[in-house]
């Protein structure tokens, strides 16, 4: 099991996101109010805080949840380790990994200001697949 750590949104793609309490996750969407959410394959995407405090020790500065970009900063789970299919399940929500990693954009907004980026290594993306609210601490079950 894991814990949710934080939960982040943002209006634009490619910046920081900004931390909130709840989000309303919605079937075949994402979380309402995101950038990211839409009829595809990375509605949410989910970084570990194992991974945030690895950037830490290797020397990256300024770190906080949501600064990769990720909507839920999470912890217990290592996630990159997940097979694409996994379901995981947080109070009424469920979501699918869809995909692991992705291939970032050369030097993107978050590498330029923290000067490295670990979206490409180690987090992972997936869809709704049933609505409901998440909110910080909420239990992490992979199914």
Known sequence: ???VV????????GVPKTTIDRGEFLTDYGIKGDAHAGNWHRQVSLLGQES??????????????????????TKGIVLYTLPV????????VILE?????????????????IGDCVMPREGIFARVIQSGVIKTGDEIVVL
């Open 1 to 3: 099991m894991g814990i």
């Open 6 to 13: 934080a939960i982040n949104i943002s209006d634009k793609k």
């Open 52 to 73: 945030v405090d690895k950037a830490a020790e290797a020397g990256v500065q300024g770190l906080y949840p949501g600064v990769y970009a990720e909507n839920l900063t």
């Open 85 to 92: 299919g996994t379901r995981l399940q947080i109070k009424d």
């Open 97 to 113: 990994v869809t995909q692991i990693g992705k291939e970032c954009h050369q030097e993107c907004a978050i590498y330029q200001q």
